[in-house]
């Protein structure tokens, strides 16, 4: 670990207007992740999460708040942390290879340079024999596989994960889970982590955040208390489903999230 | 008026990039591929079609040209003013060899293709200039459909006095033809850039002008490429009707100077010259076209 990565988001809010309709998409979001932690974010579909992580990354304006990275202040810094899109994005006239090599690319990194880097970790991960094909020639798996291979390689301290594994298949993803481990363990990142699985926000996170549905906030931080190494037989111990029931229970529970934000929009329209 | 432009050029059909799937912007629909036959045996298929397909071509190009010498023979068209194919293969044979005719093609198709290139270079130029500023490409835009809209080839008198009766003003004419609609075909590229590529550059820390140089430009190209075939046809019509006007070379010029000593045959010959002219340099483009595509995914930077 290098002790960089640690990040804080301090009241963000996000207000979208558009046509003199406003839709509050975070109000009062606040998160603190300490350096090399793997920390998921889980909330209902249209909560926000997406709109975080791009305001994270530097490509959104928050209405108001702060998000810092090591103390400094990083609103509008984009390519500052390593950000995997919800939608798995690759230039389709350029091969694997180069794809996945761009982040290199723009930041100056000779292109022979960039590939020697690149191709033991395709070979690692599942892309060998695929480095000159096109995007389109892929499956979906091996696409979000390269899009994620493109993010690690972008090698930056905090990396925003939306949904990596959102389009795999059970056992697909099982053993992409594990590969993401490995390598969180070996580089030591600070991962945030976006999933709609509770299985998967418990397997892999140190701290959960559960959202409340729109406008997303901060319903509940839980503290995953299952020792690493984990292994598959984890996720049947009694204490994950004592975990999963309690996240199912702050994630379904829709008194307060529901009402208060349809109670919002009434007043921002008003 | 903002998607007038997309309305004057039609997302190409031609797909660039082995088998690539590229959305239509219109519709959204993604290109299907067509069910395939397995009853038959695809390859030997495809080879008789295309045997039958040469043939045909062969058939219907004899019948046309074998009628019509027998029609004049027969005396059922008036050999003045029809001419016949073999009296204008004669002629052709005798300017090649005696006449100006070798000159003249080089001079037309030189006009033509200097223009065609600095046209289409300059129009793409300035159709993908667009995406750097939205207020200036919103400026600009009902300029270029007027422009676009403008009969250019009226214009002809003007730049033949502003540039004088030789080889220049030709080739302003090629140029002003094909210049506004490679603008407006790279500009509908341009348009219709995944604005989620663009994100993608930015979260990767890319500046402006590298979105630019490896989303935009490759993202425009089929639109580009698209224009070429309507070009070099614009571009040659420029510079012949350029010698129309006035010129001491040329195919066009020779075709003027026939009808005005009431030479209809050497008429006939100017046309067949040009048809075949036409015929080669499209031939050129669509092998141009099909170099650009083959290399596109070799673009970087
Ligand atoms: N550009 C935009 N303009 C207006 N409203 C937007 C825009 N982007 C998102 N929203 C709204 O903000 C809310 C949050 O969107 P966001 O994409 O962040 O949700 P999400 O939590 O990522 O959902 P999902 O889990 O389905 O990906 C949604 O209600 C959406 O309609
Ligand atoms: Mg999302």
């Keep these: 670990m290098n002790g960089k990565g640690k990040v804080e988001v301090t009241d963000i809010c996000k207000t979208y207007r558009k046509d003199d309709m406003n839709v509050t998409s975070l109000s009062h979001v606040y998160l603190s992740v300490e350096e090399g932690r793997f920390v998921s ?122 949904e990596p594994f959102g389009a795999l298949d ?47 906030s901060v319903r509940a931080r839980i503290t995953v208390p299952i020792p690493r190494p984990r292994t598959t037989e984890d996720m049947t111990s009694p204490k994950f489903m004592e975990l999963k029931h309690e996240l199912i229970g702050l994630l379904y529970d829709k008194n307060s999230g529901v009402q208060q934000s349809s109670r919002e929009e009434r007043r921002m329209r008003a | 008026m903002t998607n007038a432009g997309e309305k004057l050029c039609p997302a190409p059909d031609t797909v660039i990039s082995k088998g690539e799937v590229r959305k239509k912007p219109e519709t959204g629909k993604a290109v299907s591929i067509p069910a395939r036959r397995i009853l038959y045996d695809e390859e030997t298929e495809k080879k008789v079609r295309r045997r039958h397909i040469r043939a045909g071509r062969l058939i219907v190009g004899a019948v046309l040209f074998g009628g019509w010498e027998l029609l004049v023979r ?87 006095i502003l540039f004088g009766i030789g080889f220049p003003s030709k080739v302003i004419l090629a140029f002003l033809m094909t210049v506004i609609t490679t603008a407006l075909y790279a500009y509908s590229g341009v348009k219709s850039v995944d604005p989620a590529m663009e994100t993608l550059m930015y979260s990767l820390g890319a500046k402006r002008r590298q979105v630019f140089a490896k989303v935009v430009v490759p993202w425009s190209l089929p639109w580009i490429i698209s224009s070429l075939r309507v070009n070099i046809a614009l571009a040659l019509a420029g510079a012949i009707v350029g010698e129309f006007i006035a010129s001491e070379h040329g195919v066009g010029r020779m075709v003027i100077y026939a009808g005005t000593i009431l030479d209809i045959n050497l008429v006939w010959v100017g046309v067949f010259v040009l048809s075949i002219l036409s015929m080669v340099m499209y031939g050129g483009v669509v092998l141009l076209e099909k170099f650009l595509s083959k290399h596109l995914s070799n673009i970087h930077s």
């Design chain 1, 41 to 162: 974010i889980i909330g209902p579909s249209g909560c926000g999460k997406s709109t975080l992580f791009n305001i994270m990354a530097g490509l959104l304006l928050p209405t108001s708040g702060e998000v810092t990275a090591d103390g400094k202040s990083i609103i509008g810094r984009a390519g500052y942390v390593g950000y995997m899109l919800q939608k798995d994005m690759l230039l389709p006239w350029r091969t694997i290879e180069d794809n996945i090599i761009l982040g290199l690319e723009i930041r100056g990194v000779p292109k022979k340079e960039a590939l020697a880097r690149a191709l033991p970790m395709m070979e690692k991960y599942g892309l060998k024999g695929f480095e000159k094909h096109h995007p389109e020639e892929l499956s979906g798996g091996m696409r979000q596989r390269a899009a994620l291979l493109r993010t690690l390689l972008y090698d930056r301290d905090i990396i925003l994960l939306d």
């Design chain 1, 170 to 216: 059970a056992q697909t993803r099982l053993s992409m889970q594990n590969w993401l481990l490995e390598i969180w363990q070996d580089f030591g990142k600070t991962v945030l982590f976006v999933t709609h699985d509770i299985d998967e926000a418990i397997y892999l996170s140190d701290d959960i955040y559960v959202f409340s549905a729109r406008p997303g």
């Design chain 2, 74 to 160: 027969a005396g059922l068209l008036d050999s003045y003013y029809w001419s016949c194919p073999s009296a204008i293969l004669k002629t052709t044979w005798q300017q090649l060899t005696t006449g100006t005719l070798w000159g003249d093609i080089l001079y037309t198709s030189g006009a033509t293709i200097l223009g065609f290139l600095t046209g289409t270079f300059f129009g793409a130029l300035l159709g993908l200039s667009f995406w750097w500023s939205k207020s200036y490409a919103g400026i600009s835009e009902p300029y270029l459909i007027i422009l676009n809209a403008l009969p250019k080839l009226a214009l002809g008198p003007v730049l033949v």
